[in-house]
């Protein structure tokens, strides 16, 4: 199962094809194959080395039009780390990066997941903006 909606998958694989990072032969057989053993297509593309983790991160990002921000490089303090409780972290894949124009910016695999930014601006009580990371 991917934590990605369907359509956004579908851009992510396009648009993976269309950079010529694996051909549309390959990409069709992958799906196969990830559905034969009940993995995740990325997670294979990735395990495969056809992509790479960054790779992957910023086409997602580029596919959803969401801003991208590579978290291997970024200081966050504990004091904005400890806006999203831990469990709600891991769940939406979410990492608070801190407060920008009066919204709560939070790194997640999903940006374009719309109930996961509702429920992230919920728990904070204040907007949240969803960035590629």
Do not use: C, W
């Not at 909606?5 to 648009?15: I, L, P, R």
């Not at 999203?84 to 999903?110: F, I, N, S, W």
């Amino acid at each position: 199962m991917s934590v990605l909606s369907a359509e956004t998958q579908k851009k992510v694989e396009d648009a993976l094809v269309e950079q010529k990072l694996i051909s549309r032969v390959k990409m069709d057989e992958l799906k196969n194959r990830a559905k034969t053993e009940s993995v995740p297509l990325f997670s294979l593309l990735i395990s495969d080395g056809k992509i790479t983790d960054e790779t992957l991160t910023k086409t997602i990002a580029h596919s959803s039009n969401v801003p991208y921000v590579n978290l291997s490089s970024a200081t966050i303090s504990k004091s904005v780390l400890d806006l999203l409780p831990k469990e709600v972290a891991e769940r939406y894949m979410a990492v608070p990066l801190g407060e920008m124009k009066h919204r709560l910016g939070v790194g997640m695999l999903d940006p374009d997941n719309v109930q996961a930014i509702h429920y992230l601006s919920n728990k904070n009580g204040r907007p949240a903006k969803g960035f590629s990371a």
